[in-house]
């Protein structure tokens, strides 16, 4: 398909296990955002990657999260040593280049659910 | 500064009702305030966005208001379908690229 792929769909973990979530922007894509949508809440920012550099790492939550995107197309979030405040969904969006007025085309998210 | 508050948290309607959602900001640094669509299970779908050079934008059923002395904006759904149901964000960005999400409005449509 043409849209933002996300793997795994979900995921389910013991707490203190290293996960990793990977997204596959849409082709041509050079702006790469990384998002957490907690139950019945709104959509917090973690991370923004423009090519292979994230100039913007303003909200990542702790340490414990990082992201590396490579070839400037695929991104991998890690959550390192899970605590249950992690669970939640994790979605990704691209957009064609950067600025706010380029729209961002979500995923689908990965379901994180931390036992 | 960088909240965007939005309401009401639900909103029942019957088929053929205009529902309205509505957002307010802090930040005057805001230019663009794009509206998702989101149904369980699935990622938000840009439904409409709006830039503050404008007062209102319609896209089929879908109008956005914009009051930029307010600092506010809003959603409106001409006609509503029971398949308008979902859940429905407002977001807004700025000098940097990151959106920033209102809580959401969960919209219930009945036949």
């Known amino acids: 398909g043409a849209g933002v792929s996300q793997s795994p769909s979900n995921k389910v973990t013991e707490k203190g296990k290293d996960v990793e979530l990977r997204c596959d922007p849409i082709?041509?894509?050079?702006?790469l955002y990384w998002y957490r949508q907690s139950l019945g809440q709104g959509l917090e920012f973690l991370i923004y990657?423009?090519?292979?550099?994230?100039?913007?790492k303003s909200g990542l939550p702790s340490d414990r999260f990082s992201a590396e995107r490579t070839g400037g197309s695929v991104s991998t979030l890690t959550i390192q040593r899970t605590q249950q405040e992690d669970s939640a969904v994790y979605l990704c969006?691209?957009?064609?280049?950067?600025?706010?007025?380029?729209?961002?085309?979500f995923g689908d998210g990965t379901r994180l659910s931390i036992l | 500064q960088q909240q965007v508050k939005q309401s009401p948290q639900s909103l029942i309607v019957q088929k053929g009702g205009i529902p309205i959602i509505n957002c307010a900001y802090e930040n005057t640094a805001f230019d663009y305030f794009p509206w998702y669509q989101q149904f369980p299970g699935k990622g938000p779908a840009l439904l409409i966005a709006i830039r503050p050079d404008v007062s209102e934008k319609k896209e089929g059923r879908f109008t956005i208001s914009f009051n930029k002395s307010a600092k506010q904006f809003s959603l409106h759904i001409m006609d509503s379908q029971p398949g308008d149901s979902a859940t429905y964000f407002c977001a807004a960005s700025g000098d940097t690229d990151k959106l920033i999400f209102g809580t959401g409005t969960r919209l219930q449509v009945f036949p």
């Open positions: 969006a691209s957009s064609l280049s950067r600025g706010g007025f380029q729209p961002q085309h």
């Open positions: 082709s041509g894509h050079t702006a």
């Open positions: 990657f423009q090519g292979n550099s994230a100039p913007d």
